[in-house]
């Protein structure tokens, strides 16, 4: 199977899916003044030229090249920073007012104590990531996945992912960059994808991998996660080794919220006994306890056939609980070996 390259007419404008809050408009570049300190809602300005693009993959005169691409770094998305992305006052909407995302309480700020919010920590992600694919010795074979799904239904129908991505623009605006700047560039270029369905850090591992593939028409050499220092343990000793991805291609880029020595101490008591354990238990997430978070934040099962749309029989059995201990996954040594035997052409690049 050849490489899908096309962002209008192949595979990936095809195939993957739209942002849960997609919508047509057009985007404006915009000169605002900062709004007042004690302002709930900034006044809307009129619209410019910038042009802001809301597609998985974006639309694009020049299809995306993924010739070489074989790098996957992941961004993990744990909440929503909601302003609205197709806004002309996007820039007024700063992703380091905690007023504008989604948190949960365990995230939000504490004045009593000192604590600041956790999306600053969110925000730092989702620049590294896009660090990463912009620095001169990752451009030409890294992409960066923004990886999470619409968990907050209730309150918005944004993915996480998009989001984030919103996020980064929002920084990039308030930097003066009114063409969206760097963010905007990978976006058109399909060096930043959204994996919009995760609801879990397994999904947010296997679900990036998949769009990876999808993509690119290869599965990624080597994997960088990002996400907090304190879930390094989970990924690299247990969704990393319930999919067999080999221990040497997966890395994790640790970023913590900031802490103290309580702070740190009942977090990493916290994440050993409500993140680790069960993951331990119940590798898939399947079981009753993961399988109904996963209910919780939006999860639909039926999503697990588009996902793997035209994808290996084992990776189809992965998504759907159905993996066989002796299963050879592409990605597995043993599936190397097969697809070079078999003249396979969407395996790993090496």
């Not at 969110?122 to 619409?150: E, M, Q």
């Not at 976006?187 to 990876?212: C, M, P, W, Y």
């Not at 978070?293 to 039926?302: I, S, T």
Request: proline share 7%; charged share 25%.
């Amino acid at each position: 199977m050849a490489p899908a390259t096309s962002a209008g007419t192949c595979t990936p404008s095809g195939t993957l899916p739209k942002s849960r809050a997609h919508r047509s408009y057009n985007a404006a570049s915009i000169t605002v003044a900062p709004p007042t300190v004690d302002a709930e809602e900034p006044p809307v300005r009129e619209a410019g030229n910038f042009e802001h693009h809301d597609h998985v993959i974006p639309r694009s005169d020049a299809s995306p090249n993924y010739e070489g691409v074989e790098n996957l770094v992941i961004v993990c998305c744990h909440a929503i920073f909601h302003p609205d992305g197709s806004s002309p006052s996007l820039p007024l909407y700063s992703p380091y007012d905690e007023r504008n995302w989604h948190l949960a309480p365990f995230q939000v700020s504490n004045p009593a104590t000192g604590k600041p919010g956790e999306h600053e920590t969110f925000v730092a992600h989702v620049l590294a990531g896009i660090d990463i694919v912009k620095r001169p010795t990752s451009k030409n074979d890294t992409l960066v996945v923004i990886s999470g799904g619409p968990t907050k239904k209730a309150l918005t129908p944004l993915s996480e992912a998009q989001s984030y991505y919103n996020a980064a623009l929002a920084h990039e605006l308030a930097l003066g960059n009114m063409g969206g700047g760097r963010t905007r560039e990978l976006f058109t270029k399909g060096r930043i994808l959204l994996e919009e369905h995760a609801t879990d850090s397994f999904q947010n591992f296997v679900f990036s991998i998949l769009l990876f593939r999808r993509t690119t028409g290869v599965y990624p050499k080597h994997v960088r996660i990002i996400t907090h220092a304190f879930k390094a343990k989970r990924f690299l000793h247990l969704h990393a080794p319930a999919i067999k991805w080999l221990p040497d291609r997966v890395q994790v880029q640790g970023i913590d919220p900031v802490m103290s020595k309580t702070d740190l101490e009942d977090t990493v008591r916290g994440e050993e006994m409500y993140g680790y354990k069960p993951w331990l238990k119940d590798p898939f997430g399947v079981g009753q306890e993961l399988g109904q978070k996963r209910k919780v934040r939006g999860w639909d099962g039926e999503v697990a056939a588009e996902l793997t749309e035209g994808l290996e029989e084992s990776v189809k059995r992965l998504l759907n609980d159905e993996l066989l201990y002796d299963d050879v996954l592409p990605w597995t040594k043993s599936g190397l070996m097969v697809a070079n035997r078999e003249g396979f052409t969407f395996t790993m690049r090496f």
